[in-house]
């Protein structure tokens, strides 16, 4: 699944963002300029994604 960021704001004017598709902190970072820009935030719940570690794939090629 491809990181997302849902945005959803209510009849009254409150929203909640949400990181769909990160592991790790990448959430906190992704959405980090969205806090900054819509003001106060009240709480922030992390998932069990956030505990997990992202995969990272490093391949070498030796010269023949």
Known sequence: MKPTIE?????TGEFT???IGFKG???EKATKFLE???GVVNSKVKKPEFHQ????????????
């Not at 945005?7 to 009849?11: E, N, Q, R």
Request: hydrophobic share 30%; glycine share 12%; proline share 4%.
């Open 17 to 19: 963002i949400e990181g």
């Open 25 to 27: 902190p990448g959430c």
């Open 36 to 38: 900054e820009a819509l």
């Open 53 to 64: 570690q992202a995969r990272s794939t490093q391949t070498q090629q030796l010269g023949t």
């Open 7 to 11: 945005i959803v704001v209510s009849t």
